[in-house]
């Protein structure tokens, strides 16, 4: 989210710079607007890659709980 308004943000003067021929501040609002694009897009991905991390530990501390009270729920654990 934040990535797409860092975008969005700079486009607005940029487009002004545009309008009035002013070629630097056009430039320099597109590198602020594709750079933060690209951290948006970094930070996304290192936030899912996490996220998918964390499912598959829960998902395995799940399968050893229920084999611990399925053993003990059997009498094999006592």
Same mark, same amino acid.
């Given at each position: 989210? &934040?990535?797409?308004?860092?975008?969005? @943000?700079? /486009?607005?003067?940029? !487009? @002004?710079?545009?309008? $009035? *021929?002013?070629?630097?501040?056009?430039?320099?609002n597109?590198?602020?607007?594709?750079?933060? %694009?690209? &951290?948006?897009?970094?930070?996304?991905?290192?936030?899912?890659? /996490? /996220?998918?991390? $964390?499912?598959?530990?829960?998902? $395995?501390? !799940?399968? &050893?709980?229920? &084999?611990?009270?399925?053993?003990?729920s %059997? *009498?094999?654990?006592?």
């Amino acid at each position: 989210m &934040l990535g797409l308004m860092g975008t969005l @943000i700079p /486009l607005g003067p940029a !487009l @002004i710079g545009l309008g $009035r *021929g002013d070629l630097e501040t056009l430039s320099n609002n597109l590198v602020v607007a594709f750079s933060t %694009t690209i &951290l948006g897009l970094l930070v996304g991905g290192i936030a899912y890659t /996490l /996220l998918h991390a $964390r499912k598959i530990w829960y998902a $395995r501390d !799940l399968v &050893l709980v229920e &084999l611990v009270v399925d053993q003990y729920s %059997t *009498g094999e654990g006592s």
